[in-house]
């Protein structure tokens, strides 16, 4: 027999039991995500899809990232100016210039000379931390999840959040999308960006700003070539990786519009992948875990079924 | 394993310096470790080093990952027969297998029809959790760390350890590695071994025997393809990495074998390290954390010094 959690045959004899009249075990989260209802999923809008397309691999193959903009109260100022970015076609040309094992793959204008779009907003450092509105405010915590880091932690609107007194702020988990940014917590236009590719940076929290995550595509960050250079950026020119183009998917031909959704936090489906994630009782696990972190709890996203 | 309490006076002289108007800023952890004195290293024994040279990359390059082995009284049994396994040269002519995002790339042999050395130990599954002998006990905690799956972690004989009631047990962070096994917990022989290549999938722990950690060329494994077939395997032959060889290090030629060494614990370095990884103080930072996870306090790993 196949080494079981660890192989593609095992995967069918889970799906293909031996003892078809046995109680059915428990599902796995993947199970419970499958199983959820239409109207348990939420749509992504199209007008918060920033899609990047890096060159071509070696191969000649396509290489598309797909990044889920984040919805007020969060990051606005810097999201305006990735709209503005992207609207202005700044980043084609523009290259993955930094890969650092185990924490960020990060893009954007290599020389630093590239000059930006007019009006761009310089965004306060009050805003890496944001207050909920009084009538939504409420205490986090109802996934019960203990964090190092913050008070309470919960996942609200699809977004992973923590909360320490009456702030909220996003957290780093992989592959969330922040603003590369000086010693000056000002400096950080949106122009460079980076994702988590390793164990959640957690200390990013509320120092970087985050504006996203990576919804689809991040084997085409997390598996580049790691530079080799000061803080992982590449050390030469030819080893940086050209974006031919990052667009608002409403820019983009309605055909090939990316469509998405995701499973949401306040579903029954969403409950119990929670619980499963904490609590692994499918046929491979001995002990379930009796808890999670909040990164371990990543909220599950998919392409919308036609 | 010793049990160095930090004490509340230190701890207080750590996160409030009584000099905070010197010119100097606070340091960042890597330049904590980069000061720490040379009796705070201690050496990796040559025995305990696992060397896997992959074949060359496309471009000729070598590819050398390097591997700690877990010392007593943790998966002795499943070490042992990785002694074996690497003795008998029995990974030469082997593969990586599968890559998956953000979890595991994993090696062994594809084919899973490679006759094992003889003698190999079958493991039972109270090993996956270990009883630290009665005379070495001491409530694991002294770094103060909030853990979501046991009621203490910490840093032990150089080794990230977790702790619930009288048991404790070895913790699944970035880099470590495990043994590949079926549903029934007996079937890891140790000669199936995966690493972890993205945020800790602590879910694992007490579920899988962890054996060791790479200390050293992860990026060979993390920056690998991911595959494409059920859960990451490689979908076709041509695409799994090939395993030039993996010896224990005292079978290389003296003059080539590896010599690592990590920051003790114990040290004064550790524990200054350890804090700032929670608390980030050097000048980038606008709000350091007040917490890390364990795996966020990586035990630092250097090649020693000549």
Redesign the interface.
């Known amino acids: 027999?196949?080494?079981?959690?660890?192989?593609?045959a095992?995967?069918l004899s889970l799906a293909f039991p031996l003892h078809a009249q046995d109680a059915a075990p428990p599902p796995s989260p993947g199970e419970i995500v499958d199983a959820a209802k239409p109207d348990e999923w939420v749509p992504i809008a199209a007008s918060d899809l920033l899609v990047m397309d890096l060159a071509p691999d070696a191969n000649g193959k396509a290489r598309r990232v797909v990044i889920q903009l984040m919805p007020a109260p969060f990051s606005q100022g810097w999201i305006g100016n990735i709209r503005k970015l992207a609207a202005a076609r700044w980043w084609d040309g523009t290259s993955i210039n930094r890969?650092q094992?185990?924490y960020v793959a990060q893009w954007g204008d290599a020389t630093e000379k590239k000059p930006l779009p007019q009006g761009l907003a310089t965004v306060p450092?009050g805003d890496?931390?944001q207050r909920v509105p009084a009538a939504e405010e409420a205490q986090l915590g109802r996934l019960r999840?203990?964090?190092?880091?913050a008070e309470a932690v919960d996942v609200e609107g699809g977004w992973p959040l923590a909360q320490s007194g009456d702030l909220y702020w996003p957290v780093h988990?992989?592959?969330m999308v922040g603003v590369g940014r000086n010693?000056s917590?000002d400096t950080g236009t949106g122009a460079e960006l980076y994702t988590v590719i390793?164990?959640?940076?957690?200390?990013l929290?509320?120092?970087i700003a985050l504006v996203g995550r990576v919804i689809s595509g991040?084997?085409h960050l997390?598996?580049?070539?790691?530079g080799t250079g000061a803080l992982g950026f590449y050390a030469t020119e030819a080893e940086r990786v050209p974006i031919a183009s990052i667009r608002i998917a409403t820019d983009l031909p309605p055909a090939v519009q990316p469509k998405f959704e995701y499973l949401s936090a306040d579903s029954a489906s969403f409950a119990k992948y929670a619980d499963a994630?904490?609590n692994?009782r499918d046929?491979?696990?001995?002990?379930p875990?009796?808890?999670?972190?909040i990164?371990?709890v990543p909220v599950p996203v998919r392409v919308r079924p036609k």
């Open positions: 027999m196949k080494h079981l959690l660890l192989s593609a095992a995967a890969v094992d185990n450092e890496y931390v999840l203990i964090d190092a880091y988990c992989y592959g010693l917590p390793g164990h959640a940076p957690r200390h929290d509320r120092n991040i084997e997390s598996s580049l070539p790691r994630r904490a692994r046929p491979f696990f001995i002990k875990a009796g808890g999670a972190d990164c371990n």
